[in-house]
């Protein structure tokens, strides 16, 4: 967490305010796939937590019928697809294989009919993918944003979110990554510039508020 001093300054240049839900939703769920919820390979850390938590806001969304897009991050197993992110982490390639049982995303969170899934291969879900599109398309001018890791796939897909018009939300609770560091530094990071982090029973009260006549009173239903 940022010390008191910090923060004052970050006040006084007027960071951290609200942007707000918008009218139209969508759930992004961000690489919630096997390799990364596995500690011997891309995990580790509070991961497992916030597929946890995602649980209860995919149900949710599902309930209220929002656009829901989840990423997968993958590459072909001859190399044609690798990049220069692939020279920081070399692994992700073999371990990443597009189709293996590690690309796919959690049981957990199975995608249903309807529900989109995008493949990337870059830490942003945006960047070059139609994800952007697809949303608009949609009408969609939010974007509730989950997954792993915070530091990483989750703040880019935040940063080019908001590039692309839509107002990033991050339910506290469903990020992870592999150390609380990282994830505590970002989630203060994103919150103070580019979205509004906020706990999940805020995000699931304004969820209702912005569909009354759907509201649950379960917070998690099948």
Known sequence: MAKED???????QGLGARMGFGKNPALIIVDFINGFNDPDAFGGGNIQDAIDNTEILLA???HLGLPIAYTVHCYSEDGAEDGIFNLKMPRMRAGLVRGSHAAQVVDQLEPRAGERVVEKRNPSAFFGTDLASWLAMKGVDTAIVTGCTTSGCVRATVVDGMGNGFRPIVPRE??????EGPHEANLFDMDQKY????????????????YPGQAQTSGNEG
């Open 6 to 12: 910090d923060l004052d300054i970050y006040e006084k």
């Open 60 to 62: 949710k969304a599902r």
């Open 195 to 210: 979205a509004d982090v906020m706990p999940l029973a805020e995000v699931l009260e304004e969820l209702d508020a912005l």
């Open 174 to 179: 469903c990020s992870g990554d592999r150390a």
